[in-house]
């Protein structure tokens, strides 16, 4: 990997114009890297880096320094060719949405990410899929340039790392989680700012919703499977944004005897978006049959069909692995 970071560090010392891509409904994690990336350019590389995302931005994630830098792909000129561009927790490149063009128009690319299903669609793909998230890998990196953390960049990665362990609970959380949390800590961040920022501090509509859909949640298998519907009706009645189903997942997959929890969000082109989580089942398997992607335990997929076929279509395809 040094090779790696040595070539990446060349390519921003020689760039003119960087754009840094987050994925759609971008998360802690993507978020979070992509600030702490565009700060340290900026801060060290004397360079101009756009930061992009598809989608909706989560308001949730305000508190981040820097979060106002965030433009909307949409709004960036077509036209305007990149030196450098830059994926951070894109698993693969549709999820730049829109963005995937610019990407691909641009001089280099770079896919930095932890998902084990991504296949390296760039010129230097610096993947570990054993890294808790992609704030691991930028830590890493930034220490093999040997620059100093700001502080603004080290909650930049506590975010990263909080929010993709969970809170320290996944299945992704080793001694080198603590070892790094230290870490930034010691960088000024105050984990109990951070966590309340990010888990405490939903609007009272947020908490409404999530409980409408928790308490509407359909079990099978004995418990086993634990499945929620949300339709363009629940999202219209309760007047949620797309950042409204943020843990709904987690919260279902805390059932004792549940062994894969799934949300299946209607969109608004009649598909269904859909989140999963596990205990111990590999969800990569159903996943990839419906092109989507992720994590051992938790993985996604859009499945292009209308929210009841995809629920049958799912449960059945969860069912026949459990079996």
């Known amino acids: 990997m040094e090779n790696l970071y040595s070539e990446l560090k060349n390519k921003i010392e020689s760039a003119e114009n960087i754009i840094i891509f987050s994925h759609v409904s971008p998360d802690g994690d993507t978020l979070g890297s992509n600030l702490a990336l565009s ?3 900026e801060k060290y590389f ?20 820097n979060f106002d830098r965030f433009q909307d792909v949409q709004n960036i000129d077509k036209n305007k060719k990149y030196d450098l561009a830059i994926a951070v927790d ?20 770079v896919n930095i990410d932890h998902h084990k299903t991504n296949i390296g669609y760039a010129d230097i793909n610096i993947i570990d899929g054993n890294a808790a998230c992609v704030g691991v890998i930028l830590y890493t990196i930034f220490k093999s340039w040997d620059l100093e953390i700001p502080k603004d960049v080290a909650r930049c990665i506590y975010t990263s790392l909080l929010t993709d362990t969970g809170g320290f609970k996944y299945e992704n959380t080793t001694p080198e989680t603590f070892i790094l949390a230290s870490e930034l800590v010691k960088l000024g961040v105050s984990p109990t700012f951070e966590f309340r920022a990010c888990y405490e501090t939903k609007p009272q509509s947020m908490v409404q919703f999530q409980a409408y859909i928790v308490s509407n949640t359909i079990f099978y298998n004995d418990g086993k499977i634990a499945f929620a519907k949300i339709t363009r009706s629940d999202i219209s009645k309760f007047n949620a944004t797309d950042d409204y189903t943020e843990g709904i997942v987690e919260t279902l997959r805390t059932s004792k005897n549940v062994e894969v929890a799934a949300i299946l969000k209607e969109t608004k082109e009649g598909f269904t978006k859909v989140s999963l989580r596990s205990k111990t089942l590999d969800l990569t398997p159903i996943v990839i049959d419906f092109g989507g992607g992720g994590h051992t335990f938790a993985a996604g997929c859009t499945i292009k069909k209308p929210i009841a076929i995809a629920f049958e279509k799912l449960l059945n395809r969860v069912q026949s692995e459990l079996e």
């Not at 004397?46 to 320094?65: H, I, Q, T, W």
């Not at 894109?90 to 690319?109: H, L, P, Q, W, Y």
Request: avoid cysteine.
């Open 39 to 41: 700060m340290m350019i």
């Open 46 to 65: 004397n360079k101009k880096v756009d930061s992009v995302y598809a989608g909706f931005l989560p308001s949730l994630y305000s508190y981040l320094p």
């Open 90 to 109: 894109v698993a693969s490149k549709d999820r730049m949405v829109s963005g995937t063009f610019i990407f691909d128009e641009a001089k280099f690319k």
